[in-house]
Protein backbone atom coordinates (compact mmCIF):
# COMPACT_ATOMS: atom_id res chain seq x y z
CA UNK A 1 0.00 0.00 0.00
CA UNK A 2 1.40 2.88 -0.86
CA UNK A 3 1.37 6.18 1.54
CA UNK A 4 -0.93 8.80 0.42
CA UNK A 5 -0.81 12.55 1.85
CA UNK A 6 -3.62 11.27 4.81
CA UNK A 7 -1.23 8.11 5.76
CA UNK A 8 1.75 10.87 5.71
CA UNK A 9 -0.57 12.94 7.73
CA UNK A 10 -1.18 10.19 10.56
CA UNK A 11 2.56 9.14 10.47
CA UNK A 12 2.99 12.64 11.31
CA UNK A 13 0.05 12.63 14.16
CA UNK A 14 1.74 9.99 15.59
CA UNK A 15 5.36 11.27 15.76
CA UNK A 16 4.11 14.74 17.50
CA UNK A 17 1.99 12.52 19.88
CA UNK A 18 5.70 11.09 20.63
CA UNK A 19 6.97 14.60 21.42
CA UNK A 20 4.35 16.26 23.23
CA UNK A 21 2.13 13.34 24.63
CA UNK A 22 4.09 13.67 27.71
CA UNK A 23 4.99 16.78 30.62
CA UNK A 24 8.57 17.68 29.84
CA UNK A 25 9.42 16.13 33.36
CA UNK A 26 8.11 12.61 32.06
CA UNK A 27 9.15 12.34 28.52
CA UNK A 28 12.22 9.62 27.95
CA UNK A 29 15.45 11.53 27.66
CA UNK A 30 19.03 10.36 26.97
CA UNK A 31 21.74 12.06 29.35
CA UNK A 32 24.11 11.41 26.79
CA UNK A 33 22.79 14.28 24.50
CA UNK A 34 22.66 16.90 26.86
CA UNK A 35 25.98 19.67 26.52
CA UNK A 36 27.75 20.01 28.63
CA UNK A 37 26.90 23.26 30.03
CA UNK A 38 23.19 21.26 30.70
CA UNK A 39 24.98 18.88 32.36
CA UNK A 40 26.69 21.24 34.74
CA UNK A 41 23.01 23.39 35.56
CA UNK A 42 21.68 19.47 36.19
CA UNK A 43 24.59 18.13 37.91
CA UNK A 44 22.97 18.68 41.58
CA UNK A 45 19.74 17.66 39.97
CA UNK A 46 21.02 14.45 39.03
CA UNK A 47 22.14 13.78 42.52
CA UNK A 48 18.58 14.40 43.81
CA UNK A 49 17.17 12.11 41.32
CA UNK A 50 20.25 9.53 42.22
CA UNK A 51 19.27 9.59 45.61
CA UNK A 52 15.36 9.00 44.55
CA UNK A 53 16.03 6.44 42.75
CA UNK A 54 18.02 4.55 45.48
CA UNK A 55 15.29 5.18 48.21
CA UNK A 56 12.54 3.46 45.42
CA UNK A 57 14.80 0.62 44.72
CA UNK A 58 15.22 0.06 48.32
CA UNK A 59 11.39 0.18 49.17
CA UNK A 60 10.80 -2.11 45.94
CA UNK A 61 13.10 -4.46 46.71
CA UNK A 62 11.30 -4.57 50.54
CA UNK A 63 7.78 -4.57 49.45
CA UNK A 64 7.08 -5.20 45.54
CA UNK A 65 3.36 -5.59 45.80
CA UNK A 66 3.55 -1.27 46.66
CA UNK A 67 1.76 -0.04 43.60
CA UNK A 68 2.86 3.75 44.07
CA UNK A 69 6.26 3.04 44.23
CA UNK A 70 6.27 1.26 40.65
CA UNK A 71 4.53 4.28 39.22
CA UNK A 72 7.18 6.89 40.20
CA UNK A 73 10.11 4.83 39.86
CA UNK A 74 9.10 3.95 36.40
CA UNK A 75 8.44 7.86 35.67
CA UNK A 76 11.82 8.75 37.17
CA UNK A 77 13.83 6.10 35.10
CA UNK A 78 11.82 7.61 32.20
CA UNK A 79 13.03 10.97 32.94
CA UNK A 80 16.51 10.01 33.43
CA UNK A 81 16.81 8.09 30.49
CA UNK A 82 17.66 4.86 32.15
CA UNK A 83 16.37 2.62 29.31
CA UNK A 84 17.72 -0.57 30.29
CA UNK A 85 16.65 -0.02 33.83
CA UNK A 86 13.30 1.14 32.54
CA UNK A 87 12.28 -1.63 30.58
CA UNK A 88 13.11 -3.95 33.73
CA UNK A 89 11.00 -1.55 35.63
CA UNK A 90 7.75 -2.45 33.42
CA UNK A 91 8.04 -5.45 33.42
CA UNK A 92 8.41 -5.89 37.27
CA UNK A 93 5.51 -3.73 37.65
CA UNK A 94 3.60 -5.85 35.28
CA UNK A 95 4.37 -8.91 36.66
CA UNK A 96 2.30 -7.73 40.13
CA UNK A 97 -0.11 -5.27 38.65
CA UNK A 98 -1.68 -4.47 35.32
CA UNK A 99 -0.68 -1.14 33.77
CA UNK A 100 -3.06 1.59 32.58
CA UNK A 101 -3.49 2.39 28.99
CA UNK A 102 -1.43 5.41 29.39
CA UNK A 103 1.38 3.36 30.59
CA UNK A 104 1.39 0.94 27.67
CA UNK A 105 0.98 3.95 25.29
CA UNK A 106 4.22 5.54 27.08
CA UNK A 107 6.09 2.20 26.80
CA UNK A 108 5.56 1.25 23.31
CA UNK A 109 6.50 4.76 21.97
CA UNK A 110 9.49 4.56 23.98
CA UNK A 111 10.06 1.13 22.64
CA UNK A 112 9.56 2.42 19.02
CA UNK A 113 12.03 5.79 19.47
CA UNK A 114 14.58 3.78 20.95
CA UNK A 115 14.48 0.45 18.48
CA UNK A 116 13.46 2.07 15.06
CA UNK A 117 12.41 0.22 12.47
CA UNK A 118 13.66 -3.08 13.38
CA UNK A 119 12.24 -3.44 16.48
CA UNK A 120 8.08 -3.24 15.07
CA UNK A 121 8.11 -6.66 16.72
CA UNK A 122 8.97 -5.58 19.93
CA UNK A 123 6.54 -2.64 20.07
CA UNK A 124 3.81 -5.03 18.67
CA UNK A 125 3.98 -7.29 21.75
CA UNK A 126 3.85 -4.38 24.09
CA UNK A 127 0.71 -3.15 22.28
CA UNK A 128 -1.14 -6.79 22.35
CA UNK A 129 -0.44 -6.69 26.15
CA UNK A 130 -1.34 -3.26 26.72
CA UNK A 131 -4.78 -3.96 24.89
CA UNK A 132 -5.49 -7.22 27.36
CA UNK A 133 -5.31 -5.43 30.67
CA UNK A 134 -8.07 -2.50 30.26
CA UNK A 135 -10.76 -1.77 28.07
CA UNK A 136 -9.69 0.91 26.15
CA UNK A 137 -10.38 2.40 22.60
CA UNK A 138 -7.65 4.75 22.25
CA UNK A 139 -5.21 1.96 23.00
CA UNK A 140 -6.90 0.02 20.08
CA UNK A 141 -6.55 3.27 17.74
CA UNK A 142 -2.86 3.44 18.33
CA UNK A 143 -2.26 -0.22 17.82
CA UNK A 144 -3.84 -0.51 14.77
CA UNK A 145 -2.53 2.92 13.28
CA UNK A 146 0.94 1.82 14.26
CA UNK A 147 0.30 -1.94 12.19
CA UNK A 148 -1.17 0.18 9.38
CA UNK A 149 2.13 2.46 8.81
CA UNK A 150 4.69 0.50 10.73
CA UNK A 151 4.17 -3.29 9.84
CA UNK A 152 5.61 -3.26 6.00
CA UNK A 153 3.27 -6.27 4.92
CA UNK A 154 -0.12 -4.22 5.61
CA UNK A 155 1.46 -1.08 4.74
CA UNK A 156 2.41 -2.54 0.97
CA UNK A 157 -0.57 -4.43 1.39
CA UNK A 158 0.09 -7.78 0.93
CA UNK A 159 -2.37 -10.40 1.25
CA UNK A 160 -0.50 -11.48 4.69
CA UNK A 161 -0.68 -8.23 5.96
CA UNK A 162 -4.14 -7.46 4.27
CA UNK A 163 -5.02 -11.20 6.21
CA UNK A 164 -3.32 -9.49 9.99
CA UNK A 165 -4.65 -6.32 9.60
CA UNK A 166 -8.22 -7.88 9.49
CA UNK A 167 -7.96 -10.20 12.17
CA UNK A 168 -6.71 -7.76 14.04
CA UNK A 169 -9.78 -5.12 13.23
CA UNK A 170 -11.92 -7.88 13.98
CA UNK A 171 -10.38 -7.91 17.70
CA UNK A 172 -10.68 -4.88 18.19
CA UNK A 173 -14.65 -5.20 17.32
CA UNK A 174 -14.73 -7.64 19.64
CA UNK A 175 -13.23 -6.26 22.44
CA UNK A 176 -14.74 -2.78 22.07
CA UNK A 177 -16.91 -2.50 18.95
CA UNK A 178 -19.93 -2.32 21.20
CA UNK A 179 -18.79 0.49 23.36
CA UNK A 180 -21.45 2.68 22.67
CA UNK A 181 -19.71 6.14 23.33
CA UNK A 182 -16.41 5.35 21.32
CA UNK A 183 -16.55 2.12 19.02
CA UNK A 184 -17.93 3.90 16.14
CA UNK A 185 -13.87 4.92 16.04
CA UNK A 186 -12.43 1.24 15.30
CA UNK A 187 -15.83 1.10 12.84
CA UNK A 188 -14.22 4.14 11.17
CA UNK A 189 -10.35 3.08 10.85
CA UNK A 190 -11.90 -0.06 9.45
CA UNK A 191 -13.70 1.08 6.62
CA UNK A 192 -10.55 3.47 6.19
CA UNK A 193 -8.17 1.00 5.72
CA UNK A 194 -10.73 -1.52 3.57
CA UNK A 195 -10.84 1.99 1.42
CA UNK A 196 -7.39 1.70 0.93
CA UNK A 197 -7.06 -1.81 -0.13
CA UNK A 198 -9.52 -0.90 -2.99
CA UNK A 199 -7.56 2.09 -4.05
CA UNK A 200 -4.77 -0.50 -4.82
CA UNK A 201 -6.46 -2.75 -7.06
CA UNK A 202 -5.88 -2.77 -10.22
CA UNK A 203 -8.49 -1.01 -12.09
CA UNK A 204 -9.02 -3.79 -15.07
CA UNK A 205 -9.76 -6.42 -12.14
CA UNK A 206 -13.28 -5.97 -11.43
CA UNK A 207 -13.94 -8.58 -9.98
CA UNK A 208 -11.59 -8.22 -7.24
CA UNK A 209 -12.58 -4.64 -6.95
CA UNK A 210 -16.54 -5.60 -6.62
CA UNK A 211 -15.20 -7.89 -3.76
CA UNK A 212 -13.47 -5.42 -2.48
CA UNK A 213 -16.53 -2.83 -2.44
CA UNK A 214 -19.00 -5.67 -1.29
CA UNK A 215 -16.40 -5.95 1.67
CA UNK A 216 -16.63 -2.14 2.92
CA UNK A 217 -20.80 -1.99 2.33
CA UNK A 218 -20.54 -5.21 4.60
CA UNK A 219 -18.51 -3.22 7.80
CA UNK A 220 -21.06 -0.30 6.99
CA UNK A 221 -23.56 -2.29 7.17
CA UNK A 222 -22.85 -3.97 10.44
CA UNK A 223 -21.68 -0.52 12.13
CA UNK A 224 -25.23 0.71 11.31
CA UNK A 225 -26.73 -2.37 13.09
CA UNK A 226 -24.69 -1.43 16.52
CA UNK A 227 -25.96 1.49 18.68
CA UNK A 228 -23.38 3.99 18.85
CA UNK A 229 -22.75 7.59 19.07
CA UNK A 230 -23.07 9.18 15.85
CA UNK A 231 -25.41 6.58 14.29
CA UNK A 232 -27.15 9.64 11.47
CA UNK A 233 -23.46 10.63 10.92
CA UNK A 234 -21.93 7.57 10.08
CA UNK A 235 -25.77 6.89 7.84
CA UNK A 236 -24.64 9.98 5.62
CA UNK A 237 -21.32 8.38 5.16
CA UNK A 238 -22.68 5.33 4.25
CA UNK A 239 -25.28 6.98 1.57
CA UNK A 240 -22.55 9.28 -0.22
CA UNK A 241 -20.05 6.15 -0.36
CA UNK A 242 -22.80 4.68 -2.09
CA UNK A 243 -23.27 7.51 -4.76
CA UNK A 244 -19.69 7.20 -5.56
CA UNK A 245 -20.11 4.06 -6.42
CA UNK A 246 -22.99 4.70 -8.48
CA UNK A 247 -25.87 3.74 -6.44
CA UNK A 248 -28.59 7.10 -7.25
CA UNK A 249 -29.63 7.77 -3.89
CA UNK A 250 -30.60 11.24 -1.95
CA UNK A 251 -27.19 11.39 0.28
CA UNK A 252 -28.10 14.41 2.14
CA UNK A 253 -30.78 12.81 3.62
CA UNK A 254 -30.32 11.28 6.66
CA UNK A 255 -33.85 9.33 6.80
CA UNK A 256 -33.67 5.57 5.33
CA UNK A 257 -34.61 6.31 2.03
CA UNK A 258 -33.20 4.57 -0.53
CA UNK A 259 -31.08 2.05 1.40
CA UNK A 260 -32.59 -1.80 1.07
CA UNK A 261 -35.87 -2.25 3.99
CA UNK A 262 -33.59 -4.86 5.85
CA UNK A 263 -30.77 -2.15 6.86
CA UNK A 264 -33.25 0.15 7.19
CA UNK A 265 -34.78 -1.67 9.87
CA UNK A 266 -31.55 -3.03 11.89
CA UNK A 267 -30.41 0.81 11.63
CA UNK A 268 -34.10 2.23 12.86
CA UNK A 269 -33.42 -0.73 15.45
CA UNK A 270 -30.03 0.31 16.23
CA UNK A 271 -31.27 3.72 16.85
CA UNK A 272 -33.94 2.87 19.22
CA UNK A 273 -31.49 1.36 21.04
CA UNK A 274 -28.87 3.66 21.35
CA UNK A 275 -31.97 6.33 22.53
CA UNK A 276 -32.44 3.58 25.11
CA UNK A 277 -29.27 3.92 26.38
CA UNK A 278 -28.50 7.55 26.00
CA UNK A 279 -29.35 8.67 29.59
CA UNK A 280 -27.40 6.13 30.52
CA UNK A 281 -24.06 7.34 28.80
CA UNK A 282 -24.85 10.68 30.05
CA UNK A 283 -24.97 9.46 33.65
CA UNK A 284 -21.73 7.48 34.09
CA UNK A 285 -19.68 10.25 31.70
CA UNK A 286 -20.78 12.81 34.32
CA UNK A 287 -17.92 14.70 35.80
CA UNK A 288 -18.27 16.45 39.20
CA UNK A 289 -19.67 13.45 41.15
CA UNK A 290 -18.42 11.25 43.55
CA UNK A 291 -17.27 7.26 42.79
CA UNK A 292 -19.79 6.35 44.43
CA UNK A 293 -22.52 7.95 42.41
CA UNK A 294 -20.58 7.44 39.28
CA UNK A 295 -20.29 3.16 40.41
CA UNK A 296 -24.12 3.47 41.21
CA UNK A 297 -24.96 4.53 37.89
CA UNK A 298 -22.81 1.80 36.53
CA UNK A 299 -24.48 -0.62 38.06
CA UNK A 300 -27.90 1.07 37.16
CA UNK A 301 -26.83 0.82 33.41
CA UNK A 302 -25.58 -2.57 33.79
CA UNK A 303 -29.07 -3.57 35.35
CA UNK A 304 -30.67 -2.29 32.26
CA UNK A 305 -28.15 -3.95 29.85
CA UNK A 306 -28.81 -7.35 31.84
CA UNK A 307 -31.91 -6.81 31.55
CA UNK A 308 -32.02 -6.23 27.67
CA UNK A 309 -30.13 -10.31 27.51
CA UNK A 310 -27.09 -9.63 25.39
CA UNK A 311 -24.07 -11.07 27.01
CA UNK A 312 -21.64 -9.54 24.89
CA UNK A 313 -23.27 -5.84 25.70
CA UNK A 314 -23.09 -6.30 29.38
CA UNK A 315 -19.64 -7.78 29.21
CA UNK A 316 -18.46 -4.54 27.15
CA UNK A 317 -20.03 -2.66 30.20
CA UNK A 318 -18.37 -4.39 32.73
CA UNK A 319 -15.02 -3.93 31.08
CA UNK A 320 -15.73 -0.16 30.96
CA UNK A 321 -16.36 0.29 34.06
CA UNK A 322 -13.35 -1.95 35.52
CA UNK A 323 -11.24 0.52 33.58
CA UNK A 324 -12.51 3.78 35.44
CA UNK A 325 -12.79 1.69 38.87
CA UNK A 326 -9.99 -0.80 38.49
CA UNK A 327 -9.84 -1.67 42.55
CA UNK A 328 -13.62 -1.73 43.18
CA UNK A 329 -14.11 -4.98 44.96
CA UNK A 330 -17.84 -5.07 44.61
CA UNK A 331 -17.51 -4.04 40.41
CA UNK A 332 -15.15 -7.39 40.03
CA UNK A 333 -17.17 -10.07 42.20
CA UNK A 334 -20.68 -8.62 40.36
CA UNK A 335 -18.96 -9.41 36.99
CA UNK A 336 -17.24 -13.08 37.21
CA UNK A 337 -20.33 -13.94 39.16
CA UNK A 338 -22.06 -12.92 36.16
CA UNK A 339 -19.30 -14.47 33.49
CA UNK A 340 -19.81 -17.66 35.91
CA UNK A 341 -23.59 -17.60 35.61
CA UNK A 342 -24.22 -16.69 31.72
CA UNK A 343 -21.06 -17.07 29.69
CA UNK A 344 -19.26 -20.01 30.96
CA UNK A 345 -16.44 -19.37 28.13
CA UNK A 346 -13.28 -20.68 29.84
CA UNK A 347 -10.81 -18.79 27.99
CA UNK A 348 -13.19 -15.35 28.30
CA UNK A 349 -13.32 -16.29 32.29
CA UNK A 350 -9.74 -16.65 32.86
CA UNK A 351 -8.62 -13.68 31.50
CA UNK A 352 -11.06 -11.82 33.58
CA UNK A 353 -10.31 -13.46 36.84
CA UNK A 354 -6.41 -12.72 36.21
CA UNK A 355 -7.27 -9.81 35.47
CA UNK A 356 -9.49 -9.41 38.89
CA UNK A 357 -6.79 -10.85 41.11
CA UNK A 358 -4.24 -8.39 39.64
CA UNK A 359 -6.45 -5.39 40.61
CA UNK A 360 -7.86 -6.53 44.05
CA UNK A 361 -4.96 -9.33 44.81
CA UNK A 362 -6.15 -8.93 48.64
CA UNK A 363 -9.64 -10.38 47.99
CA UNK A 364 -9.81 -14.00 49.02
CA UNK A 365 -12.82 -15.05 47.15
CA UNK A 366 -11.84 -14.01 43.96
CA UNK A 367 -8.95 -16.02 44.08
CA UNK A 368 -11.27 -19.16 45.25
CA UNK A 369 -13.72 -18.28 42.26
CA UNK A 370 -10.76 -17.79 39.91
CA UNK A 371 -9.41 -22.02 40.89
CA UNK A 372 -12.81 -23.13 40.49
CA UNK A 373 -13.40 -21.23 37.29
CA UNK A 374 -10.35 -23.11 36.22
CA UNK A 375 -11.59 -26.54 37.51
CA UNK A 376 -15.01 -26.05 35.43
CA UNK A 377 -13.06 -24.95 32.36
CA UNK A 378 -10.89 -28.56 33.16
CA UNK A 379 -7.50 -26.76 33.11
CA UNK A 380 -4.60 -28.62 33.73
CA UNK A 381 -3.60 -28.81 37.47
CA UNK A 382 0.05 -27.08 36.36
CA UNK A 383 -2.35 -24.12 35.95
CA UNK A 384 -4.40 -24.41 38.86
CA UNK A 385 -1.70 -24.96 40.62
CA UNK A 386 0.36 -21.71 39.56
CA UNK A 387 -2.25 -19.67 40.98
CA UNK A 388 -2.86 -21.48 44.17
CA UNK A 389 0.54 -20.58 44.84
CA UNK A 390 0.16 -17.29 43.88
CA UNK A 391 -2.73 -16.39 45.97
CA UNK A 392 -1.00 -17.61 48.81
CA UNK A 393 1.75 -15.02 48.09
CA UNK A 394 -0.95 -12.57 48.66
CA UNK A 395 -1.86 -10.57 51.92
CA UNK A 396 -5.64 -11.09 53.27
CA UNK A 397 -7.17 -9.47 55.79
CA UNK A 398 -8.45 -12.96 58.03
CA UNK A 399 -6.86 -16.17 58.23
CA UNK A 400 -10.09 -17.49 57.51
CA UNK A 401 -9.30 -16.54 53.80
CA UNK A 402 -6.15 -18.56 53.72
CA UNK A 403 -8.35 -21.41 54.89
CA UNK A 404 -11.02 -21.41 52.38
CA UNK A 405 -7.55 -21.24 49.80
CA UNK A 406 -6.15 -24.20 50.93
CA UNK A 407 -9.78 -26.45 51.08
CA UNK A 408 -10.88 -24.82 48.06
CA UNK A 409 -7.79 -26.50 46.71
CA UNK A 410 -8.07 -29.66 48.39
CA UNK A 411 -12.08 -30.15 47.40
CA UNK A 412 -10.70 -29.86 43.59
CA UNK A 413 -8.14 -32.35 43.97
CA UNK A 414 -10.43 -34.54 45.32
CA UNK A 415 -12.89 -34.03 42.57
CA UNK A 416 -10.75 -34.47 40.31
CA UNK A 417 -8.83 -37.83 41.62
CA UNK A 418 -12.35 -39.48 41.96
CA UNK A 419 -13.55 -38.63 38.75
CA UNK A 420 -9.71 -39.78 37.48
CA UNK A 421 -8.57 -37.23 35.99
CA UNK A 422 -4.93 -36.81 35.27
CA UNK A 423 -3.84 -40.48 35.92
CA UNK A 424 -0.97 -40.64 34.30
CA UNK A 425 0.80 -39.97 37.73
CA UNK A 426 0.32 -36.76 37.35
CA UNK A 427 -2.51 -36.06 39.82
CA UNK A 428 -2.15 -38.63 42.76
CA UNK A 429 -3.42 -38.78 46.92
CA UNK A 430 -0.02 -37.59 47.73
CA UNK A 431 -0.82 -34.43 46.20
CA UNK A 432 -3.79 -33.91 48.73
CA UNK A 433 -1.67 -35.17 51.59
CA UNK A 434 1.42 -32.38 50.61
CA UNK A 435 -1.91 -29.48 50.28
CA UNK A 436 -2.61 -30.36 53.51
CA UNK A 437 0.88 -30.90 55.60
CA UNK A 438 1.38 -27.17 53.86
CA UNK A 439 -2.06 -26.39 54.97
CA UNK A 440 -1.17 -27.24 58.56
CA UNK A 441 2.41 -25.26 58.26
CA UNK A 442 0.57 -22.19 57.17
CA UNK A 443 -2.32 -22.12 59.17
CA UNK A 444 -1.59 -23.90 62.81
CA UNK A 445 0.48 -21.09 64.36
CA UNK A 446 -2.89 -18.66 63.68
CA UNK A 447 -5.81 -21.36 64.53
CA UNK A 448 -5.04 -23.22 67.55
CA UNK A 449 -8.07 -24.03 69.33
CA UNK A 450 -10.38 -22.81 66.44
CA UNK A 451 -13.30 -24.58 64.67
CA UNK A 452 -11.36 -23.70 61.23
CA UNK A 453 -8.35 -26.10 62.05
CA UNK A 454 -10.55 -28.75 63.53
CA UNK A 455 -12.30 -28.83 60.20
CA UNK A 456 -9.14 -28.45 58.57
CA UNK A 457 -7.54 -31.51 60.17
CA UNK A 458 -11.37 -33.74 60.57
CA UNK A 459 -11.53 -33.36 56.44
CA UNK A 460 -7.36 -34.22 55.94
CA UNK A 461 -8.21 -37.51 57.98
CA UNK A 462 -11.21 -38.35 56.32
CA UNK A 463 -10.17 -38.19 52.84
CA UNK A 464 -7.01 -40.51 54.45
CA UNK A 465 -9.60 -43.04 55.31
CA UNK A 466 -11.97 -43.21 52.26
CA UNK A 467 -9.78 -41.57 49.42
CA UNK A 468 -5.92 -42.65 50.60
CA UNK A 469 -7.31 -45.73 52.23
CA UNK A 470 -4.62 -45.02 55.12
CA UNK A 471 -6.46 -45.78 58.13
CA UNK A 472 -2.59 -45.66 60.14
CA UNK A 473 -1.92 -41.87 58.26
CA UNK A 474 -6.09 -41.00 59.22
CA UNK A 475 -4.75 -41.76 63.47
CA UNK A 476 -1.31 -39.85 62.80
CA UNK A 477 -3.49 -37.25 61.21
CA UNK A 478 -5.47 -36.96 65.16
CA UNK A 479 -2.88 -37.31 66.72
CA UNK A 480 -0.90 -34.08 65.13
CA UNK A 481 -4.81 -32.06 65.94
CA UNK A 482 -4.22 -33.39 69.45
CA UNK A 483 -0.69 -31.95 69.89
CA UNK A 484 -1.98 -28.63 68.92
CA UNK A 485 -5.42 -28.59 70.24
CA UNK A 486 -5.42 -30.92 72.57
CA UNK A 487 -7.59 -28.87 75.07
CA UNK A 488 -10.47 -28.91 72.44
CA UNK A 489 -13.07 -31.22 73.34
CA UNK A 490 -14.16 -31.56 69.86
CA UNK A 491 -10.41 -32.87 68.92
CA UNK A 492 -11.03 -36.13 71.03
CA UNK A 493 -15.04 -36.14 70.26
CA UNK A 494 -13.94 -36.37 66.17
CA UNK A 495 -10.52 -38.97 66.78
CA UNK A 496 -13.22 -41.01 69.04
CA UNK A 497 -16.16 -40.77 66.46
CA UNK A 498 -13.60 -41.91 63.42
CA UNK A 499 -12.98 -45.22 65.46
CA UNK A 500 -16.22 -46.38 66.36
CA UNK A 501 -17.69 -45.47 62.86
CA UNK A 502 -14.99 -47.60 61.55
CA UNK A 503 -15.67 -50.51 64.19
CA UNK A 504 -12.28 -49.73 66.29
CA UNK A 505 -13.75 -50.05 69.79
CA UNK A 506 -10.74 -50.77 71.39
CA UNK A 507 -8.89 -48.10 69.86
CA UNK A 508 -11.93 -45.76 71.05
CA UNK A 509 -11.77 -46.81 74.29
CA UNK A 510 -8.21 -46.22 74.93
CA UNK A 511 -9.02 -43.01 73.24
CA UNK A 512 -11.38 -41.93 75.47
CA UNK A 513 -8.97 -43.07 78.80
CA UNK A 514 -6.34 -40.61 77.47
CA UNK A 515 -9.03 -37.81 77.33
CA UNK A 516 -9.87 -38.60 80.78
CA UNK A 517 -7.20 -36.74 82.52
CA UNK A 518 -7.86 -34.03 80.76
CA UNK A 519 -9.65 -30.39 81.67
CA UNK A 520 -11.96 -28.97 78.87
CA UNK A 521 -13.59 -25.55 79.09
CA UNK A 522 -17.05 -25.75 80.01
CA UNK A 523 -19.44 -26.51 83.60
CA UNK A 524 -16.98 -30.03 84.28
CA UNK A 525 -19.82 -31.97 83.46
CA UNK A 526 -18.29 -33.16 79.80
CA UNK A 527 -17.45 -36.12 80.53
CA UNK A 528 -20.05 -36.92 82.52
CA UNK A 529 -23.04 -36.43 79.74
CA UNK A 530 -23.73 -35.96 76.09
CA UNK A 531 -20.72 -34.29 74.98
CA UNK A 532 -18.63 -38.12 74.79
CA UNK A 533 -21.73 -40.31 73.98
CA UNK A 534 -19.65 -43.15 73.34
CA UNK A 535 -18.60 -44.29 76.68
CA UNK A 536 -21.46 -46.09 78.33
CA UNK A 537 -21.32 -48.35 75.13
CA UNK A 538 -17.96 -49.42 75.33
Known amino acids: MEIDSEDKTLEEELDDEDNNNNDNGDQLQNPKLRSDSDSDSDSEDESQQNQELKTLETELSSNPANYDSHAQYIKLLRKMGEIDKLKQAREAMNTVFPLSPDMWRDWAKDEASISGPEGFAGVEKIYDRGVFDYLSVSLWCDYLNFIQVHDPSVRECSPDGISKARNLFERALTAAGLHVAEGNKIWELYREFEQAVLHTIDENDIKAKEVQVQRIRNIFHRQLSVPLVNLRSTLLAYKAWEVEQGIVLDAQSSEVDGISSHLASAYQK ?16 MQNISDTEKIQNFMNYLKFEKSVGDPARVQVLYERAMADFPISIDLWLDY ?11 NVLRDVYSRATKNC ?39 EEYLDLFLTRVHGLRRRIECGGEVNGVLDYSLIRETFQHASDYLSPHLKNTDGLLRLYAYWARLEMNLGKDLVAARRVWESLLKISGS ?35 TGSENHSGHLPFLVAI
Open 336 to 346: TRYLDRTLKVG
Open 270 to 285: AMEAYNARAQHEEQIS
Open 361 to 399: PWIGELWVQYMLSLERGRAPEKEISSVFEKSLQCTFSTI
Open 488 to 522: TLEAWQGFIAMETESGHISEARSIYKRCFSKRFPG
